[in-house]
């Protein structure tokens, strides 16, 4: 299965000060390495290491993931809105590849 | 004593009457507070990955023709109302197909392209894409005419007991609806849920995959996915699921 498709759900538009929810969801096997296939060979280990969030060019949100997390893994965290900007979500597996969302955010008030 | 005992039969009829009447509580309903909100939430629902799948797919020509689903189509909307009218007979070649059948046959007779493997990432997407559409929307599937010997075949199929273990769908599925089993709550058997996505599968599944699955815990034989036994099944099941609302896609445990 490839990386994508990841899906970002959260408000277009929030007030100064406001706290949003942003609820990301990616699309991936995170394959723990423990498991043998059918002939008892061993299943590569092939999980998402990190997932980031950058607002405005900050980090906002970061989470190291391992292989005890479930495949498809489905992030839910929040932020305060501060000032109209793009927000960044990147996934890093541990062959390297990334999967980047960008969202727009407009802060009014 | 024979007026009580016609008495008794006629209050059994009556209570059964009753109970047909009223639409069987779905797989969804015997789920936790935690995953009921997780189903109902688009953003958290892990089945609306394929969702996302069978949308960008909708849109993508193939085959020799060269065509798209929304070439012909047009907006995935068209598609309200299908699945709850499925499995049913196609009246151009009298083959009864499901959902996935249905897309196939498209695939084949219209795109010129080839049918897409039952369980691949693909036709699951564009399944539950389609099965969307028809979220809310009771099941009314039609089970006479010229259904009506894939009905009683699945019907017959229901009630047979089978496998090491001796035990028919009806079993579990009728008589111990609502009663535990391996740390999760036996259903009615409504299928109007898929396709899913399963937690122990940590990935979206057909019905056909469950139902290889309760073969496999009955010990019985195992049916390919798409196989006549197996939709002829479907289609007594969707029949049983009269008036119950699509939730596709459903999460299971």
């Known amino acids: 299965m490839s990386l994508a498709p990841a899906r970002v759900s959260m408000p277009a538009e929030a007030k100064a000060g406001d706290v949003i929810e942003i609820k990301a969801l990616m699309r991936h096997p995170m394959e723990t390495g423990y498991r043998v296939d059918s002939r008892g060979q061993p299943i590569a280990r092939h999980i998402v290491r990190r997932f980031s969030a950058e607002y405005d060019g900050e980090e906002v949100f970061a989470m190291d993931l391992t292989q005890g997390v479930a495949a498809n893994p489905f992030i839910a965290f929040h932020t305060v809105a501060t ?24 802060v009014t008030g | 004593m024979r007026a009580r005992r016609v008495c008794l039969a006629l209050a059994g ?3 059964m009457a009753e109970v047909q009447a009223e639409p069987l509580p779905t797989g969804t309903s015997f789920l936790s507070d935690g995953l009921k909100a997780q189903q109902a939430d688009e953003a958290a629902n892990p089945g609306m990955l394929w969702v996302a799948e069978g949308e960008r797919l909708w849109q993508t020509p193939a085959g020799v023709a060269d065509r798209s689903c929304a070439s012909c189509h047009g907006a995935v909307e068209s598609m309200t109302g299908v699945a709850a009218r499925y499995p049913a007979v196609n009246a151009a070649s009298g083959e009864l197909l499901n959902l996935e059948g249905r897309i196939n046959r498209c695939r084949t007779e219209h795109q010129g392209a080839e049918p897409m493997p039952y369980e691949s ?19 009314r599937v039609e089970t006479g005419g010229a259904a009506a010997a894939h009905h009683e075949a699945g019907e017959a199929f229901f009630h047979r007991r089978q496998g090491q273990m001796n035990l028919s769908c009806a079993n579990c599925h009728v008589d111990n ?13 409504l299928g109007t849920g898929y396709p899913v996505y399963r937690l122990e599968w940590q990935s979206m599944g057909s ?19 798409g196989s006549p036994e197996y939709l002829a099944l479907e289609l007594y099941l969707a029949g049983r699921a009269e008036g119950t609302a699509i939730d596709t896609p459903a999460i299971r445990k």
Do not use: M, N, Y
């Open chain 1, 83 to 106: 000032r109209s900007g793009e927000l960044v979500f990147s996934w890093e597996d541990d062959r390297g590849e990334v999967v980047t969302v960008r969202k727009r955010l407009t």
């Open chain 2, 13 to 15: 009829v009556l209570l």
């Open chain 2, 121 to 139: 990432d693909a036709l699951l997407g564009l399944t539950a894409l389609v099965a969307r559409q028809s979220l809310g929307q009771p099941v």
């Open chain 2, 177 to 189: 609806a609502g009663s535990g089993l391996r740390g999760d709550t036996i259903s009615h058997g």
């Open chain 2, 207 to 225: 019905l056909h995959r469950r139902l290889r699955s309760c073969s496999f815990g009955v010990r019985a034989v195992q049916f390919a996915p």
